[in-house]
């Protein structure tokens, strides 16, 4: 039922590009099978590095969604893209020309957006000099352009954003999008994240936080959330898009329904650049706040998709901070880390793991954190530990947390 008024929003579509799949029909069922997809970095010779593996997204053709001419004018995070809302809008079957287009949207963010453009146009920059700069590089990389694009081929006319918020991007952005639809300002919204920065760059600025694992014997062990002998997280690239329309405009049309979006909460920690609240203030309140949002008690929830680095601090944190909101009440709760599979997506991530958020709750199944092997005294939940469980939950929780102490948990609920 609505709260107090508001509009209800609905999921009706799902689209993706990860390290285990290029559709999320692929992605959902590698994710349900247990199946890693970290290996040896091959997009540039790594030797230089000390983490030398990564999810990357493999066997991916931007022909298949982009015209020839038009493919060197976008990044790759572009790319990924387009390829996930319009697998989201095939899934979803709208036929946006029966669709009022100043009633539909497109939310879409990234962490770091067109990152391998900036480098391939600073090298010309410094062989050729700048008259052979491209005059596509600026519209190639912004963030923005996602969205742009995506906008321009369904003809969607309504609000078009985006949002960069490190490892929070995804959530924010569907969350931001599901408050546009329920204030009324659209019908209809494409939202998620895209990302793509597998570059030495990238990874040499990540392996000097010394944020990252370096099991690179092992790249499919190497995710191990919540797992005592956890070393860091794995980067990975891709995107995830969902289609968010209001239940009266899905109901309209006969659209299939996933799962209803009920609450978003996001908080700052305001505590450190790269480090998580110890308290795991920031984070506890985020879920609170999601959990107010959607007029839901803590007892209802029967899962999270947790952000789940696999990072010492994050996965200590996260773990207290369920232990803060839901009492005892967090030791019946499932919990388990897409990341455990995909590494982790950065400003995709939250897009990616509410899909699986979402179809956990309408297929009745909880993907599981894999490579969970020795437990650790400070991580002590349930996290569906290396094999996925039948089980019907009615709401569900799918955080996302950003360096800068930036927060975001969204709230599904099963439909009816």
């Known amino acids: 039922m609505a709260v107090e008024g508001k509009r209800r929003v609905v999921v009706t579509g799902v689209g993706a590009v990860t390290p285990v799949g290029n559709t999320a029909a692929e992605f959902w069922a590698a994710v349900c099978e247990g199946r890693s997809g970290i290996g040896p970095i091959t997009r540039f010779d790594p030797t230089r590095l000390d983490a030398r593996i990564a999810g990357e997204v493999k066997g991916f053709d931007p022909l298949r969604y982009v015209e020839k001419k038009e493919v060197k004018k976008m990044d790759r995070f572009i790319h990924y893209a387009l390829a996930a809302g319009v697998d989201a809008v095939e899934d979803t079957k709208i036929d946006f020309s029966q669709v009022d287009p100043a009633r539909a949207g497109c939310l879409i963010g990234s962490g770091i957006g067109g990152i391998e453009s900036i480098l391939q146009w600073h090298d010309v920059l410094k062989e050729k000099g700048p008259g052979r700069i491209s005059p596509f590089f600026v519209p190639s990389l912004i963030v923005n352009m996602a969205s742009g694009h995506l906008s321009m081929r369904y003809?969607?006319?309504?609000?078009?954003?985006?949002?960069?918020?490190?490892?929070?991007?995804?959530?924010?952005?569907?969350?931001?999008?599901?408050?546009?639809?329920?204030?009324?300002?659209?019908?209809?919204?494409?939202?998620?994240?895209?990302?793509?920065?597998?570059?030495?760059?990238?990874?040499?600025?990540?392996?000097?936080?010394?944020?990252?694992?370096?099991?690179?014997?092992?790249?499919?062990?190497?995710?191990?959330?919540?797992?005592?002998?956890?070393?860091?997280?794995?980067?990975?690239?891709?995107?995830?898009?969902?289609?968010?329309?209001?239940?009266?405009?899905?109901?309209?049309?006969?659209?299939?329904?996933?799962?209803?979006?009920?609450?978003?909460?996001?908080?700052?920690?305001?505590?450190?650049?790269?480090?998580?609240?110890?308290?795991?203030?920031?984070?506890?309140?985020?879920?609170?706040?999601?959990?107010?949002?959607?007029?839901?008690?803590?007892?209802?929830?029967?899962?999270?998709?947790?952000?789940?680095?696999?990072?010492?601090?994050?996965?200590?944190?996260?773990?207290?901070?369920?232990?803060?909101?839901?009492?005892?009440?967090?030791?019946?709760?499932?919990?388990?880390?897409?990341?455990?599979?995909?590494?982790?997506?950065?400003?995709?991530?939250?897009?990616?793991?509410?899909?699986?958020?979402?179809?956990?709750?309408?297929?009745?199944?909880?993907?599981?954190?894999?490579?969970?092997?020795?437990?650790?005294?400070?991580?002590?939940?349930?996290?569906?530990?290396?094999?996925?469980?039948?089980?019907?939950?009615?709401?569900?929780?799918?955080n996302g947390f950003g360096f800068g102490g930036t927060n975001a948990t969204l709230a599904f609920r099963r439909f009816p």
Not at 220 to 240: L, Y
Not at 316 to 332: C, D, N, P, Y
């Open 155 to 398: 003809k969607l006319k309504g609000p078009n954003s985006a949002v960069i918020t490190a490892c929070a991007t995804g959530n924010h952005a569907i969350g931001d999008a599901f408050k546009i639809i329920q204030r009324g300002d659209a019908d209809v919204m494409l939202a998620g994240g895209s990302e793509a920065i597998i570059t030495e760059l990238c990874i040499g600025g990540f392996s000097t936080m010394k944020a990252l694992s370096t099991r690179n014997d092992e790249p499919r062990r190497a995710s191990r959330p919540f797992d005592a002998q956890r070393d860091g997280f794995v980067v990975g690239e891709g995107a995830g898009v969902i289609v968010l329309e209001s239940l009266e405009h899905a109901r309209r049309r006969g659209g299939r329904i996933y799962a209803e979006i009920i609450g978003y909460g996001m908080t700052a920690d305001a505590y450190h650049m790269t480090a998580p609240d110890p308290e795991g203030d920031g984070a506890t309140r985020a879920m609170a706040a999601a959990l107010r949002d959607g007029g839901v008690e803590p007892g209802a929830v029967g899962y999270i998709n947790a952000h789940g680095t696999s990072t010492p601090y994050n996965d200590k944190t996260e773990t207290l901070s369920i232990k803060r909101v839901f009492g005892e009440h967090a030791q019946r709760l499932a919990v388990s880390s897409t990341k455990s599979m995909i590494g982790h997506l950065l400003g995709a991530a939250g897009g990616a793991e509410a899909i699986v958020t979402v179809l956990a709750l309408y297929h009745g199944t909880l993907p599981p954190t894999i490579n969970y092997e020795v437990p650790d005294p400070e991580c002590d939940l349930d996290y569906v530990p290396n094999e996925a469980r039948k089980t019907q939950v009615d709401v569900a929780l799918s």
